[in-house]
């Protein structure tokens, strides 16, 4: 099953974006999940989790500026990316922590400007 990650577009840099991704209720309710991204050139990389329980953590390079959530009863889990930079251009995905590779899906496309 794919997961999809929503709410990418272009936004000037210091703005902010909030992503989604929805996943069924036998995958997220078990699985922590995490946010990845990959820039042109680039491997794809970790930037967020967070646990069954709530439990966060932050790549240091985004620590401070995205907060990542999650809604159980929706299955839903959620990036607030604020105060966004050039270097924060990316395709994001959402997928559990450690991903499986089966969940990619086509990531949804962040683009900040200078």
């Known amino acids: 099953v794919q997961l999809q990650a929503s709410g990418g577009g272009l936004v000037q840099a210091g703005g902010s974006l909030r992503l989604s991704c929805a996943a069924s209720?036998?995958?997220?309710?078990?699985?922590?999940m995490g946010w990845y991204r990959q820039a042109p050139g680039k491997q794809r990389e970790l930037v967020a989790l967070?646990?069954?329980?709530?439990?966060?953590s932050y790549a240091d390079s985004v620590k401070g500026r995205f907060t990542i959530s999650r809604d159980n009863a929706k299955n839903t889990q959620f990036l607030q990316m604020n105060s966004l930079k050039p270097e924060d251009t990316a395709v994001y995905y959402c997928?559990?922590?450690?991903?499986?590779?089966?969940?990619w899906g086509q990531g949804t496309l962040v683009t900040v400007s200078s």
């Open positions: 997928n559990t922590a450690p991903p499986i590779n089966s969940h």
């Open positions: 209720g036998r995958i997220f309710s078990i699985n922590t």
């Open positions: 967070i646990t069954t329980d709530g439990s966060t």
